[in-house]
């Protein structure tokens, strides 16, 4: 079977105007699709677009973890970022849990550290703690390696299958080799235009498809 990603179209108007504009793809409903391209290749704008376009009017479907995450964590701490979002009590004990997977030695803790005082790994980690406790069903992840340890990326990848034993579809936007190897489907962007589209293995046993083109890193997955 497979999902349809829909045609998104973005422009960014002004000096050295930049356009996104790729075409309607079906990509697996196994694994998770991975997108990759240079830096200013429209990865960014193509999980703005559509979290915005691949929504219908009134319903939320996708939600978009930023690589900037001042655009998401907006609230003073965990327990107030996720009272905003959701309209329902808050289970501590499961949002601990969530919090020791990640690598936070002081579950307690965290539950109302302020946002301000975290360092950008740690803001990166509680961002994703939030994503995983609303666990919604289609979900946009841009560079969430950025500043996460080895042992808690595993947990990253682990959490995203968990997402598709529940029908989830999940989008990580990646300049990482072993997020890339680990993907089903590859969505290669160039100047905001899409270059390849296929089966991940497909593509990486061509002899003609080359990856660094596409701005892929090949060091170990934690930085």
Request: hydrophobic fraction near 40%.
């Amino acid at each position: 079977m497979s999902h349809v990603i829909p045609a998104l179209k973005m422009s960014y108007p002004g000096e050295g105007t930049f356009t996104l504009d790729t075409p309607e793809m079906l990509v697996s409903d196994m694994g998770y699709t991975c997108i990759i391209g240079k830096n200013g290749s429209g990865k960014s704008s193509f999980g703005e677009a559509l979290s915005i376009q691949g929504n219908p009017a009134g319903v939320k479907k996708w939600h978009y973890l930023p690589q900037y995450l001042e655009r998401f964590l907006f609230a003073e701490n965990l327990v107030d970022q996720l009272n905003n979002l959701l309209s329902q009590e808050i289970d501590r004990s499961r949002l601990k849990d969530l919090l020791q997977e990640l690598g936070f030695s002081d579950p307690e803790g965290m539950l109302e550290f302020p946002f301000l005082l975290l360092s950008g790994g740690e803001r990166r980690r509680i961002a994703l703690v939030c994503v995983f406790y609303i666990k919604p069903k289609f979900l946009i992840l841009d560079e969430p390696e950025i500043g996460v340890t080895t042992k808690e990326n595993m947990v990253l990848l682990s959490k995203i299958n968990n997402l598709q034993a529940i029908n989830g579809r999940v989008i990580v936007i990646s300049h990482n080799y072993e997020f890339v190897k680990a993907s089903t489907d590859l969505i290669c962007l160039r100047n905001g235009r899409l270059g390849r589209f296929g089966s991940t293995q497909e593509l990486l046993s061509d002899s003609g498809f080359n990856i660094k083109e596409y701005g892929v890193r090949f060091e170990a997955i934690n930085r």
